[in-house]
Nanobody, 123 residues
């Protein structure tokens, strides 16, 4: 059973920053590509960013490129999503998730995901 525990969401103003964390097991971190997708009310879920298990290559959706940074700390079995210059349209529930690889992840084909953390950006 894949365990994914997210934290770090909150309510911020436009232009502010937040950092999301997702803690998992060493096996999950080494076996799957991991990252974040988001889902806003009434909208489909969309991949935001992922990082590969093999060589830690990051991938980003176009709408967050230059603003969000994904990283991994293997010693803490945790991945992070640093979100800068947040915009109201970034408001959503953010889920930490796994996938068989980056192509699956960025195509919204997720294997497991956590309970999510809410990010709300006011204008």
């Amino acid at each position: 059973q894949v365990q994914l525990v997210e934290s770090g969401g909150g309510l911020v103003e436009a232009g502010a920053s937040l950092r999301l964390s997702c803690t998992t097991t060493e096996f999950t971190l080494s076996y799957y590509a991991m990252g974040w997708f988001r889902q806003a009310p009434g909208k489909q879920r969309e991949a935001v960013s992922c990082i590969t298990n093999s060589d830690d290559t990051p991938y980003y959706a176009d709408f967050v490129k230059g603003r969000f940074t994904i990283s991994k700390d293997k010693s803490k079995t945790t991945i992070y999503l640093q979100m800068d210059d947040l915009k109201p349209e970034d408001t959503a529930t953010y889920y930490c998730a796994t996938a068989h690889g980056s192509s699956w992840f960025m195509a919204n084909d997720f294997g497991s995901w956590g309970r999510g953390t809410q990010v709300t950006v006011s204008s």
